[in-house]
């Protein structure tokens, strides 16, 4: 039988603790080129705390990259006959 105060205890459990911020800033500072995920994953947190960890403690913003490609001189040309 689970306890009525299990719950409300697990709740309180700090994440967002000191250690694990720096746990994190030294991570992306020796890894700077790591995906979340996989950082997440390596720290054994949860990618949710990971993100707020990243970015209401640290203040850094994960993205993706996105490539795209390069347009030449024909290119212009088709986009303006598409429209």
Do not use: W
């Not at 459990?13 to 720096?22: C, H, L, Q, T």
């Not at 979340?36 to 990259?65: C, E, N, V, W």
């Amino acid at each position: 039988m689970i306890d009525d105060n299990y719950k409300r205890t697990s709740c309180l459990m700090k994440v967002r603790s000191d250690a694990n911020i720096e746990r994190v800033y030294t991570y992306f500072a020796q890894n700077p080129r790591d995906k979340t995920p996989q950082a997440a994953d390596a720290l054994g947190l949860s990618r949710m705390y990971f993100l707020r960890i990243i970015h209401k403690d640290i203040q850094m913003i994960s993205y993706k990259i996105q490539f795209k490609q390069k347009l030449i001189g024909f290119d212009n040309q088709c986009r303006i006959d598409l429209l």
